[in-house]
């Protein structure tokens, strides 16, 4: 019994250590492509209707769950393993539990997360400037790999040793003298408090943090409508989302960064930031949506751009092949995105590298993020590579997960005040406001519903700031008795076409439906 505890303790001690060592990039110059790819295995084995519902439900305590759930799995198995080989016709025989030890954790890292952390490390160093030769990705994986399994096991051995090397309790006839630190002591304290502070390292890395002020253009109404959000989302209240998780978007270097242009162009090239913004800049404000905002959602902004149409790329390429059915786009985290050519020659996509009048923020893409009209987040990729023209239906990173191909953006509005604790008193005025948003479409108008969708009052609408912004709404409501009311909001697009009553979940091509609230009213 007291050899399967210790063998238990032990295994897991040691995975928390070859877990560190994972998430710090030890062995792969500071790069966690092993971890990156056991979560990329995780997000593909786990359903995505069961995503979309975490992500609705839990929001942005989603993906930290998940990982860290991950993370803690792999050191469950790892204390797993370490019971294994803590049998007691093992003791005595080092080398072969080391052996055992080191075959099993290298020989599972390298069959989940071989292929996924080479791609992971290759798109890192891309970013970088750097092309590894075929193949080097892989052999610095399989290398990195064996050091974290050589980690692991000798950890495991030297826990064990210490563990199964103290004396069976008995009872004694005295107490016996108090002894002195042993040098196992001494290696038992050093291995926790080292592993201690590795993780307490990384985690810091994870932490991020928010704050900025904004104000809206004067308008009578608008003025007394508190609850608004600002036309102008400022940067670090702008959502975000990426597939990654907490703490390892991409960290790309500038100076050594380019942007590969290849595939079907008529003479591929490679650009640095700085030949870029050479090229004629355009300023452009654009609302992003996330394609997993549920109906009164926050996943959606607002923000000014700044970059270069991505057809005066193209043409600096020699122009796109007729045989070129989309532009497949590679980032420096290994997402991948696809645009069909017609898109990609619209005047208003953009190679964006600015936003809100600062440098593209890291979280946000830097050095390069695409910016297309009318079309979900997911479509807008960040921290992007390589732009390849190719002659097939290229499909992205969530594409083959199951999300939708064209991502259009649905016409939505919400309310953004009152929110849904608030209460009022019969006769005195209610402010009534929020966004609404139906990509390049533009939105025509709003209307409000106080008694669930029996009858519909129209709001004002403010003027929108481009053609490809949400616009803010208001409305004064006098409730003339007390009870509780079911508040409704629609918003019909710049086409006419009435946002869609019927309710539906975010996967596959985005939530819709009415945002509801309810408000109560007392005398």
């Not at 913004?277 to 902004?301: M, Y």
């Not at 097939?392 to 005040?417: C, I, N």
Request: aromatic share 8%; with cysteine; charged share 20%.
């Amino acid at each position: 019994m007291r050899s399967t505890v210790a063998g238990l303790v032990a295994g897991l001690l040691a995975g928390v250590l070859a877990a560190v060592a994972m998430m710090q990039g030890l062995f792969l110059g500071g790069v966690p492509a092993v971890p990156l790819a056991l979560w990329e295995r995780t997000l593909r084995l786990l359903p995505m209707e069961l995503f979309s519902v975490l992500i609705v439900r839990l929001k942005f305590a989603a993906k930290p769950l998940a990982f860290w759930g991950m993370l803690g799995a792999l050191v469950l198995l790892a204390g797993l393993l370490g019971l294994a080989v803590a049998r007691p016709a093992w003791r005595g025989r080092p080398l072969l539990r080391a052996a055992v030890a080191f075959l099993a954790a290298a020989a599972v890292l390298l069959a989940v997360a071989l292929g996924p952390a080479a791609d992971a490390l290759a798109a890192r160093l891309g970013a970088q400037g750097l092309s590894p030769a075929p193949g080097e990705a892989a052999r610095r994986v399989a290398l990195a790999v064996a050091g974290y399994a050589g980690l692991y096991a000798l950890g495991l051995l030297l826990l064990l040793r210490l563990f199964e090397g103290r004396p069976e309790p008995r009872a004694a006839r005295s107490a016996p003298p108090r002894p002195e630190v042993t040098r196992r002591e001494v290696l038992h304290r050093s291995l926790v408090l080292g592993a201690t502070a590795l993780a307490g390292t990384a985690l810091v890395r994870l932490l991020t943090a928010l704050g900025e002020g904004a104000r809206v253009a004067a308008q009578t109404l608008f003025d007394r409508i508190r609850g608004l959000p600002p036309e102008v989302t400022p940067n670090d209240q702008f959502y975000v989302v990426s597939k990654n998780p907490p703490g390892f978007d991409p960290d790309v270097d500038a100076s050594r960064w380019r942007l590969e242009v290849t595939g079907l162009v008529g003479k591929p090239l490679r650009l640095t930031l700085e030949e870029l913004k050479a090229l004629p800049a355009v300023r452009q404000v654009q609302t992003l949506e996330c394609i997993s905002n549920e109906v009164g959602g926050d996943l959606i902004s607002n923000a000014w751009w700044r970059g270069v149409r991505l057809r005066d790329v193209l043409a600096l390429a020699g122009g796109v092949s007729p045989k070129a059915v989309k532009l497949a786009f590679t980032c420096a985290d290994g997402y991948t995105e696809s645009l069909p050519v017609v898109d990609a020659l619209h005047p208003d996509t953009l190679l964006v590298y600015e936003m809100n009048g600062e440098a593209l923020p890291r979280a946000h893409g830097f050095p390069l993020r695409l910016l297309v009209p009318g079309l979900f987040g997911m479509k807008n990729p960040k921290w992007i590579t390589k732009i390849e023209a190719v002659d097939y239906d290229f499909q992205g990173y969530w594409e083959r997960s199951g999300w939708s191909d064209e991502a259009v953006v649905k016409t939505m509005s919400k309310f953004t005040t009152p929110t849904g604790r608030a209460s009022a008193r019969v006769g005195e005025e209610v402010a009534l406001g929020g966004v609404a948003y139906a990509g390049d479409r533009g939105i025509r108008a709003v209307e409000v519903s106080v008694d669930d969708g029996k009858t519909w009052l129209p709001a004002q609408v403010k003027p929108p700031l481009g053609k490809y912004t949400w616009v803010l709404w208001a409305a004064l409501w006098k409730p003339t008795a007390p009870g509780q009311y079911t508040l409704k909001v629609r918003a019909r697009d710049g086409v006419g076409v009435l946002q869609t009553a019927r309710v539906s979940p975010t996967l596959p091509d985005g939530a819709t439906g009415y945002h509801t609230i309810r408000l109560t009213v007392r005398r």
